[in-house]
Each structure stands twice: as structure tokens, then as C-alpha cells.
């Protein structure tokens, strides 16, 4: 669960006060105190994880040690995510499940494959979901908890699909350590009960304030042995039944019900939208780039997701702007580049809330989505920015128009998008996947259903369908549409002299609502051009821009940085930045993994 201002109104009344000190507006403080899913909950060293043959990256030991044990028992990369996926529904419940969605890209040796499993809107949905009888935009909360929000979950079908392709185990097998660690219990972590320390909604839902609360309404304890018979029984049906266990009979009907009966704020989803719900297999979106003259191929999700052209548009204008990158100072990026890294950031945010949307419903510029990464294209972007030794921040951005047929589409107004937790592993056979997978909002809508969670993802949608002049906007709600989503699942490969797929060197990705975009970009930014290994990048402090200020990791850079940035223009403000990025890279004696410090993940392997 997200920090949130309007829980605590004098940290509140303080924290305005020091954002008009600092040159920020009143909404502008406000939105940056809402930018991320789950709050801050400690920090532990982590140097990394090196291992020989295979290397399985996840947010808990718990699901890190499933994945191990198929990897371990000659299981692929995906029998070990799905193994980590289901025990990540029970350990970690406010992030991922199997009640939402999830993004994987896979490495079979020769070809990436991108596997969507969004979530979709119901049939009964239309762009009027989220407004008020006045026509006013839904409070963010108001629209998330209950039935309104609750898409049609995705990740198990998507999961099915890539099994029959990739699969080297039997699928009722992945299950057996997430239907044990269910039955027998696990140890409540410290993250999950500082959560649910701040979390004001779930207990409102009085299957999940009997599971997760005391009779006196406090979190149960850390180290308190949580059992969860409920789901165990789900996932044996699943491993017998295979993923329609989910979709249809005694379990759709549980969840439509659930959504359709909420007391105050009821959704439309149907057991027809349960049954008709598939899984897509789509292009992924791979690009060149150059560091320090070696030249590499990333490949990334594309639309309905906006991560992975954010983060190529970003690293292009940069490259543009700086062929040699600027170095550290100290460890730490300079205020020179976090200028530049800032500004490169509010183009690229500009084009995602123009142009992005389900590609299913939403056609891309000039027909084709890699027009917003053509060379020539970012070059024009990023020749808007000052980077002059004195450069100013650019007082208006626009979006770019990178194709010559022009879209009418109306930007999306900025709203809280949340979520997730990520996935990253490498099997002995040299396979590999990135996948992040998510319910939404921190606990998603807070609504249990037999043991799990169910999204609140239909708030990805822009809540406003058009602007002032009638426009649509690209990521407004439609019946069957899936929410445009900033989750970027990545894998980087050396460029062949052919301009192919060479050698895969990194997996990664992160949790953390639109800031994925800047965990993953500083992390990927790092470690090819600063030569940083994978937690080293990780350890870094994070950084970006949502349009507004610059906001930096509080604490985490020297005043000298701040009062620099400020003479670029910038308007700073330091906040708490809870990334969870996993890394593997391949190294000449095999890989090396990295865990977030800021949350609760590690790296397993031999």
C-alpha cells in the first residue's frame, strides 16, 4: 500500500509546506506522494548472486526457492515462473496473483516471444466507468475499492499458453510448493505486515480482515504462521484442471459474484467475459542501441504496455545527447545528467499519454509503434533540450509527431497507475524470461476471493474518455479493451554482425507503478554505460520525472546535486522510491543475479 498524503494530514500540511518552498505546486506535491503502489518498508545490503548453470531472480526468498526447486528438478524458465508466480500469490498478496495479469518476454535460444496476459475490461464496460453522475473523474480510491474495478484476470491463461510451448515439467507439479507452503503456513514477512499496517481499505472486506487482521483489527504479527486452506484448494483445482478451473464453473462464479454484489460499489464483469478471456502472444518491441561503442539489441513489451518505448525513447535521446556518457560523481549521477535524464523523460511521458493504448483498439503512429523509436525521430526530440553546461529545464513539452499522418487523439490527463512485482530467470539450457505481473494497486481492490486478491486494473484507464474539444483519448475505457500498462519486462542481447540476436546478456524489470519506466532505465542506463554489475545498478539511488519536478531518492543525494539541479531550472523534491528490480546478466563463469535492497527479493541458483 502507497504512502498517501490525505491519510496523514499533518506529515501532509508539512510536506506542502516544504513543497512551496521548494518551488512546487500544491497537486504537483499530492501527485508525487501517490506515484507508488506499495510503501517503504526498510533496506538490506545486497553485493549479489553469483551461480554457474542456472539463476532464478524473485520478490521473496519463498518464491524464489519454488523456482530454484523446478530449475533444480530439470524444469525451463517457465515451469520455474510459475512455480514463483503461485507462491508469490500467497507470500506476497499485495502485489501480483493469480486474481490479475501479468507481461512475460521469453528467450528460447533463437527467437524472443512476447506472452500478454493483461487484464481485459468487461463487455458491460464503457468510457462512462469512472465518472460521477456530474461528469466529473471518480476519486482514485473511490473508483479502486470494490467491484468497479476489476478486470478480468489474466496471468493464468497467459501462463497456460506459454507452458504448452516451454513447458518441461507437468503442470500440476508447479504447484506442489505453493499448495504446501498454503496448507502448512508461511511466516508473515516484514513488508507484508508494515503494509497492512497502512493499509485503511482491506479490512473493510471481511474475507480479507479474517486472514490478514486480529480480532483487534492490527495486522497479525511478524513471524505469525499465516495458513490458507482457501487457496491450497484453488491451486489443486488449477493443477488438475489447468487454467478454465479459473474461468469457468464454481470459481468464475465466486469472483463475478464477488465483483457484482459489492455492497457500495459493484462492477459489471461476467461469467461470459471470464469464459471468453484469452491470452495473447504478440511482437516484441526490440530496438538497437549503442554504449560505449559496443552495440546492443533490447527487446521489450509494446503496446497495451508503454514501458518498454518509454525506456528505448529515453536511453535514444540520451544517446543522442551524450554519445559519452557522463560519468558518476562520487557514485552517484550528477546533477548534469539527471538534467538531462529528467527532461529526455517529460518527452517521452508526453508521446505515452498521446499515443499508447491497446493495440487491439488504439493504431499506432504511422502504423507501426517503432516509428516513436526511429533514430531520426529522437534525435528531433531530444535536439529540444538544453544541454548546454547552464541548461535550462523546457518550460512547455509536447508530444512529437513522429509519423506524417497525425493521430486525434487527446492526451491522457496524469493519474495514480500502481502495481506489481517482477520475475527474472535463466534455465541450464540457456533459456530465459523477463515477467512482471501485477493486481495494481497495492492489495488491488481489496476484495478476496477463495485466498487471492482480485485486480483493480480497469483504473489504468484514463477515468476522463475525452478532453474538452470531444477528443478521445487512446486509453479510455472500451468493452474488451486492455489498460495501457508502464510494466517492462526486458531482455538485452549483444547485436549480431547480421543485426540479429546475439548472445542474451541481461534479464530484468520492476515493480513500481509508472515508475518503472525510471527504475528500469537508470538500471539498464548503468550497467552499459556506466559498466556497473547488475546490483550494483540496482543499489543505485532512483531518480526521474513524471512531468512535474524532478523527484530524487530521499536522502540519497547530496545537497550540492539538489541546488545544481535547481540551477538548471529544475523543481526538486525528495520522496521515498520503493523499487523492486531483479537483474541476471551473464557473465564469462555463468550469471550474476540482483535483488532489490528496498524490498524483500533474492537471487537463487547453481
Same mark, same amino acid.
Given at each position: 500500500?502507497?504512502?498517501?498524503?490525505? #491519510? %496523514?494530514?499533518?506529515?501532509?500540511?508539512?510536506?506542502?509546506?516544504?513543497?512551496?518552498?521548494?518551488?512546487?505546486?500544491?497537486?504537483?506535491?499530492?501527485? /508525487? $506522494?501517490?506515484?507508488?503502489?506499495?510503501?517503504?518498508?526498510?533496506?538490506?545490503?545486497?553485493?549479489?548472486?553469483?551461480?554457474?548453470?542456472?539463476?532464478?531472480?524473485?520478490?521473496?526468498?519463498?518464491?524464489?526457492?519454488?523456482?530454484?526447486?523446478?530449475?533444480?528438478?530439470?524444469?525451463?524458465?517457465?515451469?520455474?515462473?510459475?512455480?514463483?508466480?503461485?507462491?508469490?500469490?500467497?507470500?506476497?498478496?499485495?502485489? +501480483?496473483?493469480?486474481?490479475?495479469?501479468?507481461?512475460?518476454?521469453?528467450?528460447?535460444?533463437?527467437?524472443?516471444?512476447?506472452?500478454?496476459?493483461?487484464?481485459?475490461?468487461?463487455?458491460?464496460?464503457?468510457?462512462?466507468?469512472?465518472?460521477?453522475?456530474?461528469?466529473?473523474?471518480?476519486? %482514485?480510491?473511490? /473508483?479502486?475499492?470494490?467491484?468497479?474495478?476489476?478486470?478480468?484476470?489474466?496471468?493464468?491463461?497467459?501462463?497456460?499458453?506459454?507452458?504448452?510451448?516451454?513447458?518441461?515439467?507437468?503442470?500440476?507439479? *508447479?504447484?506442489?510448493? $505453493?499448495?504446501?507452503?498454503?496448507?502448512?503456513?508461511?511466516?508473515?514477512?516484514?513488508?507484508?505486515?508494515?503494509? *497492512?499496517?497502512?493499509?485503511?481499505?482491506?479490512?473493510?472486506?471481511?474475507?480479507?480482515?479474517?486472514?490478514?487482521?486480529?480480532?483487534?483489527?492490527?495486522?497479525?504479527?511478524?513471524?505469525?504462521?499465516?495458513?490458507?486452506?482457501?487457496?491450497?484448494?484453488?491451486?489443486?483445482?488449477?493443477?488438475?484442471?489447468?487454467?478454465?478451473?479459473?474461468?469457468?464453473?464454481?470459481?468464475?462464479?465466486?469472483?463475478?459474484?464477488?465483483?457484482?454484489?459489492?455492497?457500495?460499489?459493484?462492477?459489471?464483469?461476467?461469467?461470459?467475459?471470464?469464459?471468453?478471456?484469452?491470452? #495473447?502472444?504478440?511482437?516484441?518491441?526490440?530496438?538497437?542501441?549503442?554504449?560505449? $561503442?559496443?552495440?546492443?539489441?533490447?527487446?521489450?513489451?509494446?503496446?497495451?504496455?508503454?514501458?518498454?518505448?518509454?525506456?528505448?525513447?529515453?536511453?535514444?535521446?540520451?544517446?543522442?545527447?551524450?554519445?559519452?556518457?557522463?560519468?558518476?560523481?562520487?557514485?552517484?549521477?550528477?546533477?548534469?545528467?539527471?538534467?538531462?535524464?529528467?527532461?529526455?523523460?517529460?518527452?517521452?511521458?508526453?508521446?505515452?499519454?498521446?499515443?499508447?493504448?491497446?493495440?487491439?483498439?488504439?493504431?499506432?503512429?504511422?502504423?507501426?509503434?517503432?516509428?516513436?523509436?526511429?533514430?531520426?525521430?529522437?534525435?528531433?526530440?531530444?535536439?529540444?533540450?538544453?544541454?548546454?553546461?547552464?541548461?535550462?529545464?523546457?518550460?512547455?513539452?509536447?508530444?512529437?509527431?513522429?509519423? $506524417?499522418?497525425?493521430? +486525434?487523439?487527446?492526451?491522457?490527463?496524469?493519474?495514480?497507475?500502481?502495481?506489481?512485482?517482477?520475475?527474472?530467470?535463466?534455465?541450464?539450457?540457456?533459456?530465459?524470461?523477463?515477467?512482471?505481473?501485477?493486481?495494481?494497486?497495492?492489495?488491488?481492490?481489496?476484495?478476496?476471493?477463495?485466498?487471492?486478491?482480485?485486480?483493480?486494473?480497469?483504473?489504468?484507464?484514463?477515468?476522463?474518455?475525452?478532453?474538452?474539444?470531444?477528443?478521445?483519448?487512446?486509453?479510455?475505457?472500451?468493452?474488451?479493451?486492455?489498460?495501457?500498462?508502464?510494466?517492462?519486462?526486458?531482455?538485452?542481447?549483444?547485436?549480431?554482425?547480421?543485426?540479429?540476436?546475439? =548472445?542474451?546478456?541481461?534479464?530484468?524489470?520492476?515493480?513500481?507503478?509508472? %515508475?518503472?519506466?525510471?527504475?528500469?532505465?537508470? +538500471?539498464?542506463?548503468?550497467?552499459?554505460?556506466?559498466?556497473?554489475?547488475?546490483?550494483?545498478?540496482?543499489?543505485?539511488?532512483?531518480?526521474?520525472?513524471?512531468?512535474? =519536478?524532478?523527484?530524487?531518492?530521499?536522502?540519497?543525494?547530496?545537497?550540492?546535486?539538489?541546488?545544481?539541479?535547481?540551477?538548471?531550472?529544475?523543481?526538486?523534491?525528495?520522496?521515498?522510491?520503493?523499487?523492486?528490480?531483479?537483474?541476471?546478466?551473464?557473465?564469462?563463469?555463468?550469471?550474476?543475479?540482483?535483488?532489490? =535492497?528496498?524490498?524483500?527479493?533474492?537471487?537463487?541458483?547453481?
Amino acid at each position: 500500500m502507497k504512502y498517501r498524503l490525505s #491519510r %496523514f494530514p499533518c506529515l501532509a500540511a508539512l510536506s506542502l509546506i516544504a513543497a512551496m518552498a521548494l518551488g512546487l505546486t500544491r497537486a504537483e506535491s499530492h501527485a /508525487a $506522494a501517490s506515484l507508488l503502489p506499495e510503501a517503504a518498508s526498510g533496506r538490506s545490503a545486497k553485493t549479489g548472486w553469483a551461480t554457474q548453470r542456472f539463476s532464478v531472480a524473485a520478490a521473496n526468498p519463498l518464491a524464489a526457492a519454488a523456482g530454484y526447486q523446478m530449475l533444480k528438478d530439470g524444469g525451463s524458465a517457465v515451469d520455474a515462473a510459475i512455480a514463483v508466480q503461485m507462491v508469490l500469490a500467497l507470500v506476497e498478496p499485495q502485489s +501480483s496473483g493469480i486474481g490479475g495479469g501479468a507481461f512475460l518476454l521469453h528467450f528460447d535460444g533463437r527467437k524472443v516471444q512476447a506472452f500478454d496476459g493483461r487484464e481485459t475490461a468487461p463487455s458491460q464496460a464503457d468510457e462512462t466507468l469512472f465518472l460521477q453522475p456530474d461528469g466529473h473523474a471518480m476519486a %482514485f480510491h473511490d /473508483a479502486v475499492v470494490g467491484g468497479r474495478s476489476v478486470g478480468v484476470p489474466g496471468v493464468l491463461r497467459m501462463l497456460e499458453m506459454a507452458h504448452r510451448q516451454h513447458g518441461k515439467l507437468p503442470w500440476a507439479s *508447479l504447484f506442489t510448493p $505453493a499448495i504446501a507452503l498454503a496448507e502448512q503456513g508461511f511466516a508473515l514477512s516484514p513488508r507484508l505486515h508494515a503494509l *497492512l499496517l497502512e493499509e485503511p481499505y482491506l479490512k473493510n472486506d471481511p474475507t480479507a480482515a479474517a486472514y490478514f487482521y486480529q480480532d483487534d483489527g492490527l495486522p497479525h504479527a511478524v513471524g505469525f504462521v499465516l495458513r490458507n486452506p482457501a487457496l491450497a484448494r484453488v491451486f489443486k483445482l488449477i493443477a488438475a484442471q489447468g487454467a478454465s478451473a479459473l474461468y469457468q464453473g464454481e470459481l468464475a462464479k465466486a469472483i463475478v459474484d464477488k465483483v457484482r454484489q459489492h455492497p457500495a460499489n459493484p462492477g459489471r464483469l461476467s461469467l461470459d467475459d471470464m469464459a471468453r478471456y484469452q491470452a #495473447r502472444e504478440r511482437n516484441p518491441l526490440c530496438y538497437d542501441y549503442k554504449a560505449l $561503442a559496443r552495440d546492443y539489441r533490447v527487446c521489450g513489451f509494446g503496446p497495451p504496455s508503454s514501458g518498454a518505448i518509454a525506456i528505448g525513447q529515453i536511453l535514444g535521446m540520451l544517446q543522442s545527447l551524450r554519445p559519452a556518457p557522463l560519468p558518476l560523481i562520487q557514485g552517484l549521477p550528477s546533477a548534469d545528467f539527471l538534467h538531462l535524464y529528467s527532461e529526455a523523460s517529460r518527452l517521452a511521458l508526453a508521446d505515452r499519454a498521446q499515443y499508447l493504448g491497446d493495440p487491439d483498439f488504439v493504431k499506432a503512429p504511422g502504423g507501426d509503434w517503432m516509428s516513436l523509436l526511429e533514430p531520426d525521430y529522437l534525435a528531433q526530440r531530444a535536439r529540444l533540450i538544453d544541454a548546454t553546461p547552464q541548461g535550462q529545464r523546457m518550460l512547455q513539452v509536447l508530444p512529437g509527431q513522429p509519423a $506524417a499522418q497525425r493521430v +486525434s487523439y487527446a492526451p491522457m490527463p496524469e493519474q495514480e497507475e500502481h502495481g506489481t512485482s517482477h520475475i527474472s530467470i535463466v534455465d541450464a539450457w540457456g533459456h530465459a524470461l523477463a515477467m512482471t505481473t501485477t493486481i495494481e494497486d497495492g492489495f488491488g481492490a481489496r476484495q478476496m476471493v477463495q485466498g487471492f486478491l482480485l485486480n483493480n486494473q480497469l483504473t489504468d484507464f484514463s477515468f476522463e474518455p475525452a478532453d474538452a474539444q470531444g477528443r478521445p483519448v487512446a486509453n479510455r475505457v472500451q468493452p474488451g479493451k486492455r489498460p495501457r500498462s508502464s510494466m517492462a519486462p526486458t531482455l538485452v542481447f549483444e547485436k549480431a554482425a547480421d543485426a540479429t540476436l546475439g =548472445p542474451l546478456l541481461l534479464s530484468g524489470g520492476s515493480p513500481g507503478g509508472a %515508475f518503472i519506466i525510471h527504475f528500469v532505465a537508470k +538500471s539498464l542506463y548503468a550497467t552499459l554505460n556506466w559498466q556497473l554489475d547488475v546490483q550494483q545498478a540496482i543499489n543505485l539511488p532512483n531518480f526521474g520525472s513524471m512531468g512535474g =519536478p524532478v523527484l530524487l531518492e530521499q536522502g540519497a543525494f547530496p545537497a550540492a546535486t539538489v541546488e545544481a539541479l535547481k540551477a538548471h531550472g529544475q523543481r526538486v523534491q525528495e520522496i521515498d522510491l520503493t523499487s523492486g528490480v531483479q537483474m541476471i546478466q551473464k557473465t564469462p563463469t555463468g550469471y550474476f543475479g540482483g535483488a532489490d =535492497p528496498r524490498r524483500e527479493g533474492v537471487v537463487r541458483g547453481d
